[in-house]
């Protein structure tokens, strides 16, 4: 089992920056990949961005150059740096891990939002 606790989150004008942050707790040596997803209201939930254990990193088309995302040494915390954020990003965003002797194979934080002004 894997549990998650996301921070960071807030209110941002256009232009500016947030940080978030995913602590990961449990059986984390389990884990194959970390990731930040967001929903907006009246849509689907999406990839923002992925990194694996062997540390590829992918990220959604319209966060690239924008968003980094990063982990540390001991793989128990992800973190989404977004920079020049826009109004279309806001949403609530989720960490997600994914573990591939599952079930389950896919946890998931309790959102964070993340609301950009114009």
């Known amino acids: 089992q894997v549990q998650l606790v996301e921070s960071g989150g807030g209110l941002v004008q256009a232009g500016g920056s947030l940080r978030l942050s995913c602590a990961a707790s449990?059986?984390?040596?389990?884990?194959?990949?970390k990731g930040w997803y967001r929903q907006a209201p009246g849509k689907q939930r999406d990839l923002v961005a992925t990194i694996t254990s062997s540390g590829n990193i992918d990220y959604a088309d319209s966060v690239k150059g924008r968003f980094t995302i990063s982990t540390n040494n001991a793989k128990n915390t992800v973190w989404l740096q977004m920079n020049s954020l826009k109004p279309e990003d806001t949403a609530v965003y989720y960490c997600n891990v994914y573990v591939p002797h599952g079930p389950p194979w896919n946890y998931w934080g309790q959102g964070t939002q993340v609301t950009v002004s114009s």
């Open positions: 449990g059986t984390i040596a389990s884990i194959n990949t």
